[in-house]
């Protein structure tokens, strides 16, 4: 049976539609991405992405000493919820709700740090612009 392009169904479409923007919420589309990076600064080895639904932001950083810094940003807001560092076989995690006057201290000196990668990567993803 053949089908004229006039008779076919306009819903096809609209479906593809969905389903192509539904893929790309689930992948965790960029809502950052002039910040996406992996490469290195200084001497250190810096991966930045995001993930999920709601944009999270993962800055990964390998120290030259072999030590691994993980910061999150759960939330799309640059402030960071969550710092992991991997030194040898030891990983400390910290949370930024801890009411732990020591581990707020670690979360500041971390969102400093993350802050300062961040203007990094925006300098060299756009070096190219000025040259």
């Not at 389903?19 to 809502?31: E, P, R, T």
């Not at 640059?78 to 581990?103: M, P």
């Amino acid at each position: 049976m053949r089908m004229d392009k006039q008779k076919m169904p306009r819903t096809t479409g609209t479906l593809a539609a969905v389903v192509l923007s539904s893929a790309i919420g689930f992948g965790g589309c960029c809502l950052n991405p002039e910040y996406n990076f992996k490469g290195k600064i200084g001497e250190d080895q810096v991966r930045f992405y995001e993930r999920g639904i709601y944009g999270a932001n993962h800055l990964e950083v390998i120290t030259s000493n072999g030590d691994i810094i993980s910061y999150l940003d759960s939330n799309d807001d640059f402030q960071l919820d969550r710092v992991n560092i991997t030194s040898g076989e030891n990983t400390a995690v910290y949370f930024s709700h801890s009411k732990n006057e020591a581990v707020k201290k670690v979360l500041a000196e971390a969102q400093k740090r993350f802050e300062s990668y961040l203007a990094k990567i925006i300098e060299i993803n756009t070096r190219s612009l000025r040259e």
